[in-house]
């Protein structure tokens, strides 16, 4: 089964770019949803990171305070790279578990929507990776709208980011998200076509 990473920056449309992948029967696996259901309790990785971070990060019912971590990490190296070792382990491990059942389902592909892909190290779980870029301003307008952030916090979110020239020199494809998603089908298609993933074009 062909393992197809797709990462790049924040706000740039990767989950646009999935579902196009999607649409050709190829399945995603979203690394940022799998955090999600892996931090719920009762959960080890939660158990861990409280462990590190202390209960602070941790609302009156038990979950996880995003806001209450990201405070910790955001400015803090030291501790952004505690919390990326822990979080990357435990999502790395149920996503190669995920793939595997893909696989023995005859899945010929799957696509793995991770933005901390490189971060993870999990580029060396794909055979191909799909950067996916898109105009600064763009992004920043998706963003904003997205998750409500102020302009200045939407800047350093992205500041905080790998650049757009580690994605273009690291990707084997790069897709330009500046437009319509109908934009990208062609491009789409032609990466389905050079790994060799049986696929039904679209009529034109």
């Known amino acids: 089964m062909i393992v197809i990473g ?64 990201a405070k910790k990490v955001f400015s803090n190296a030291d501790a952004r790279a505690m919390l990326n070792a822990v979080a990357h382990r435990h999502i790395m491990k149920e996503i190669r578990h995920r793939i595997k059942k893909l696989e023995n389902e005859g899945a010929p592909a799957v696509v793995l929507d991770a933005p901390q892909l490189f971060e993870a190290n999990a580029q060396k779980d794909c055979d191909a990776i799909v950067a996916v870029l898109a105009n600064p301003d763009f992004r920043l307008a998706r963003i904003s709208s997205r998750d409500g952030l102020s302009k200045e916090d939407v800047l350093a979110r992205m500041d905080a980011q790998l650049q757009e020239d580690f994605f273009r020199a690291n990707a084997d494809y790069i897709l330009e998200n500046d437009s319509s998603p109908e934009k990208l089908v062609p491009a789409v298609e032609q990466i389905l076509r050079s790994l060799h993933i049986p696929f039904t074009p679209r009529a034109n």
């Not at 797709?6 to 649409?23: M, Y």
């Not at 399945?27 to 719920?40: F, K, M, R, T």
Request: proline residues 8%.
């Open 6 to 69: 797709l990462t790049g920056p924040t706000g740039a449309g990767k989950s646009t770019v999935r579902e196009l992948f999607a649409a050709y029967g190829i399945p995603g696996i979203d690394a940022d949803a799998v955090y999600g259901e892996l931090i719920l309790p009762p959960s080890r990785c939660l158990d861990e990171l409280t462990r590190i971070f202390g209960n602070s990060i941790l609302l009156p019912d038990g979950t996880l305070d995003r806001g209450a971590l």
